[in-house]
Structure formats: C-alpha cells, structure tokens
C-alpha cells in the first residue's frame, strides 16, 4: 500500500523512525480555542451535536501541533442517547443518564436502526473533517466498547469500581447480556456509518476493561470486540481497528489475535518494555506515555517520551498517552513531548 499517512503505515506494520502522534482528548479544555468553542456552543452537548463546531475543535489541535491523527470530536456516550437513555452533563462531575437494569428498561430502548436520527450531526462532523484535514493526516472515528458503555447505563453515570455493572451481570444475567448485545449491534451500525462517511480508521474505547477479570474479561471485553470487529471487517476490510482495552494488564497479550484488532493501544500502568515484548509482538500497539507528564513537564517529560519511543522502536507503534489528557495540562508540554519525538 502507498500512502503518505504515517498512521495508516503503522497500522499496516511498517516500522518508522519516527513514530506517528496523537493524543487522547486532544481536542479539549487544556487548549483556550477549545474553551472558546465550547463556550460559543453553550454546552458540551451541543458542541458535539453542531458538526461545525465539532468540526473546528477537531481541527484546533491539528493546526496547532501537526498530529499524524486527528479523531471526531464527539462521546461515547452518544450511542446510549441515541439508543433512547436520556443523557447530560453536570459541570464539574460527568455524565449523567437515565438507568437500564430491568428488562421494562431495556423495551424502552429504540432499535438500532433508529439511531441514525440522532447520530446525523456526528457524520456530517466526519464529512466536514473528511473534507478539510491536511492530506497528511489519518481521520479517527470511534465508540465505546460495550462493557464500557453498559457500566454507564447501568449506573446512570461513572463509577470508580462499576459495581452496579457487575451487579447486574451476577444478579439478572439475561437482561446483561441482552444489553451487551444491543450496544454491541448499535456500536456496529455506529462505526459503519463513521466509515461511510469518510473515517479511515476506527477505535473502540474499552476504558473500564481493567475490572473485568478472567472469564469475564473473555466474555465481556474480548468476544464483543471481536464480534464489531469481524462484522465492520466483513464490510471494509481494509479499514483498520484499534482497540483499546485499559488496565488489562495480562490479557493484552493476545488480545489482538483474539478480536482481529489491527493495533491494541496500551495504558500506562504496563511498562513499554515488556509490553514490546509481549504485545508488539503481534503488531501495531499504541501509547503510552503517563497524561501526568502534561502536567508536571520538566527533564522527565523528555526523557520518558524518549524512552517510550525506544522501547518500541523495532516494531509498528503509535505514540500516544497511556489515558486522555487532564484539563491541568500546559499545552507547551505538548509541543516539548512532540519535539523529543520528532526533533
Ligand atoms: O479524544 C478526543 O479528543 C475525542 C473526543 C472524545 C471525548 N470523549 C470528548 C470529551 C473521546 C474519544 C471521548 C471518549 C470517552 N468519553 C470515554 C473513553 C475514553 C476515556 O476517557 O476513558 C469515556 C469514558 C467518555 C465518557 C465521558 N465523557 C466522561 C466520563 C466525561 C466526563 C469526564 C471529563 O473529562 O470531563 C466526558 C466528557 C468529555 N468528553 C469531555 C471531552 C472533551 C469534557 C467535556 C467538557 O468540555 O466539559
């Protein structure tokens, strides 16, 4: 394959010098423009609702850093609210939404062929980005994985360990699986339609992977990746999928045989060089510089990045953080990490 894009190259195996960069939540409130977009828009909602404005503040760290990557600004919480939960956001405190753990809940749910009528804005954002990002740089879509997803209907908002999540799954299997399923299909649809509106790649965002411990992280995190993956690449073969289960500590390794994934991004709590050793191994991974070192910078911002790069340079990588970047951060630590990689 030719291609100028250095991210796509990584995701078909090539092993560059210097590695492709992207951040998680690079279009965010560290950065004044993105501050001054949300403000205009009102609220976060509705700037992801309002492809223009969703449009400019994926651009907004393009410009301003040159990423190999940019990914559409949007939430992964959008699938539950287009599936019929209600959802907002409480300044300072998260997301909030109405709760599924009866099946009464789960029959008020809209099919997944319904989704589309919310989701509309979400793929004109895509098209506009498709449109107007340097020809140099790889457009990301993505979704939550259904684990992940389902401890937020469930629990009607973020919890630190996702018991009710796991509650229900020991307590009313059926109407668990029931709803793993339907965001699973949801997530599906949700991607394909990424995908026909111009993503040239896709992530799933597994980031409560972590509490899901071994036959349950099979169940639960591994055979609903792979069941999106196998059906988005039935559809578009060569679209690439990074996956991205957080904290899974051990069950990184294999992972990507397991769902099909063309890259499995890492978190930073596993160190770079036994995940080179262990996860590299397969093909492409991602990260995984600490968010922290946004915040503090200094010598060791440098030296980290460095050392991530190293540990990782034999093999495919993308560099980015091992979790999104913190509103705290200094956005010239950012250009510091992007210097010590490309400089
Ligand atoms: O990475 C990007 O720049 C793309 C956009 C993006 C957002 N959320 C924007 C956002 C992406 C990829 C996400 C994914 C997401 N959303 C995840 C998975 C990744 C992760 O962080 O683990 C999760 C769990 C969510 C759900 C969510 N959205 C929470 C828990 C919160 C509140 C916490 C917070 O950081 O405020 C959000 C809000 C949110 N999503 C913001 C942004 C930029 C902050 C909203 C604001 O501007 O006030």
């Known amino acids: 394959m030719s291609t100028t894009k250095t991210l796509l190259r990584a995701l078909k195996g090539d092993v560059q010098a210097i590695p492709p960069i992207w951040m998680m939540r690079q279009a965010g409130r560290y950065l004044p423009e993105y501050r001054a977009t949300r403000a205009k828009a009102g609220d976060f909602l509705s700037l992801c609702y309002t492809p223009d404005l969703a449009a400019e503040v994926t651009l907004q760290p393009i410009r301003r850093y040159g990423f190999d990557a940019a990914i559409l600004f949007a939430d992964i919480l959008l699938l539950p609210q287009a599936l019929g939960a209600d959802l907002w956001f409480v300044t300072g405190e998260g997301p909030r939404l109405s709760t599924i753990t009866t099946p009464a809940d789960l029959a008020m749910l809209k099919p997944v062929s319904d989704i589309d009528a919310t989701l509309a804005p979400v793929y004109e954002t895509v098209r506009i980005l498709a449109r107007e990002l340097p020809k140099e740089t790889t457009l990301i879509g993505f979704a939550g994985a259904p684990w992940t997803v389902a401890t937020y209907m469930i629990a009607g908002r ?53 509490s899901l411990k071994g036959d349950a992280f099979a169940r639960y995190a591994t055979a609903p990746t792979a069941r999106i993956i196998a059906a988005l690449k039935s559809k578009y073969p060569d ?30 709590s596993v160190s770079a060089d036994w995940a080179a050793a262990n996860v590299q191994i397969d093909g492409c991974v991602q990260g995984n510089l ?16 460095r050392r991530i790069v190293k540990a990782f340079s034999k093999g495919p990588h993308i560099f980015n953080l091992g979790h999104g970047i913190t509103p705290d951060a200094d956005p010239d630590n950012v250009q510091r990490m992007i210097d010590a990689i490309r400089g």
């Open 158 to 210: 973020g919890t630190p360990d996702q018991a009710p999540a796991h509650a229900l799954m020991r307590e009313d299997p059926a109407t668990f699986d029931a709803l793993i399923d339907r965001i699973t299909e949801g997530t599906i649809a949700y991607l394909g339609a990424q995908i026909e509106a111009g993503a040239e790649v896709v992530k799933l965002f597994d980031s409560w992977a972590g």
């Open 239 to 268: 679209v690439p999928v990074i996956a991205f289960p957080r904290e899974a500590g051990d069950a990184y390794v294999g992972f990507a045989r397991a769902t099909g994934a063309d890259c499995v991004a890492l978190d930073n």
């Open 290 to 305: 600490a968010p922290s070192y946004m915040v503090s910078g200094g010598p060791e911002l440098v030296s980290e990045t």
